[in-house]
C-alpha cells in the first residue's frame, strides 16, 4: 500500500485516537462500554500511520489515560507494577508487525487475510509480553511458576487476542470498501 496523504493520515491518526480514548476505560466492556481498543490501534497505526513519532504519541496516550483513569475515574491501579515499562514493547509488537506488514496491504481478499493473520500473531504476542512481564515481574503472585502463567495465558489471552482482531477485522473491511468505491470512481472518471 502506498503511504496515505497527509489528509488521509491525519484523518486516520484522529479517528485512532478517539478509538482509544473511547474504549481504555473499561478493557472488558458491559452493555456501556466498547472493550479496550488499545492493541488494534498500535496494529492499525504501524498498519496505516507507520512513523515512529506517531507510535511514541499512542504509548504516551495510553499511560496518560491509564494515569487519568487511575487517579480521577476510581479504576484499579492493580496492574501497574514495575512490568508496567514492558507494555511500549507489548505494543511495539503490534505496531511493527502492521508496518511490516503494511507493502502487502491491498484490497484483495488474500491481501486482507493476511493482515487478519499478522494481526493475529502480533496479538498474541504482544500479549504473551504484556501477561508474562506481569505474571513474571509484577509482584502480584507469591510462587510464580510455569504450569500456572500458561493456565493464565490461556484463560485471558484469547479474549485479548480476539477483541484485538474484532476491531482489525472491522477495519480491513472498511479499508477493503473504500478501496472497491475509489476504484469504481476512478473507473467511472475514466469512461466518462
Known amino acids: 500500500m502506498k503511504p496515505l496523504s497527509r489528509s488521509i493520515a491525519i484523518g486516520v491518526w484522529v479517528l485512532l485516537t478517539l478509538l482509544m ?7 472488558f466492556g458491559d452493555a456501556l462500554h466498547l472493550p479496550d481498543a488499545s492493541m488494534a490501534v498500535f496494529f492499525l497505526g504501524g498498519l496505516y500511520l507507520r512513523r ?8 504516551l496516550l495510553a499511560v ?8 480521577y475515574a476510581g479504576v484499579s491501579d492493580f496492574c501497574v507494577t514495575a512490568a508496567y515499562a514492558f507494555l511500549p514493547l507489548a505494543y511495539a509488537a503490534l505496531w511493527y508487525g502492521g508496518r511490516l506488514y503494511t507493502r502487502e496491504l491491498t484490497d484483495s481478499m488474500r491481501s486482507l487475510l493476511g493482515a487478519f493473520v499478522v494481526a493475529t500473531v502480533c496479538a498474541a504476542l504482544s500479549f504473551a509480553i504484556s501477561n508474562g512481564s506481569f505474571y513474571w515481574l509484577g509482584g502480584r503472585y507469591a510462587q510464580p511458576h510455569m504450569a500456572e502463567y500458561l493456565q493464565r495465558l490461556w484463560q485471558w489471552g484469547p479474549l485479548f487476542v480476539r477483541t484485538t482482531c474484532g476491531y482489525v ?10 478501496q472497491r468505491l475509489i476504484h469504481r470512481e476512478a473507473t467511472a472518471q475514466v469512461r466518462a
Open 21 to 27: 480514548v473511547t474504549t481504555r476505560f473499561k478493557h
Open 169 to 178: 477485522v472491522v477495519a480491513l473491511l472498511l479499508h477493503a470498501g473504500l
Open 64 to 71: 496518560l489515560l491509564d494515569y487519568l483513569s487511575i487517579h
Open 52 to 59: 515512529h513519532a506517531v507510535f511514541v504519541f499512542f504509548v
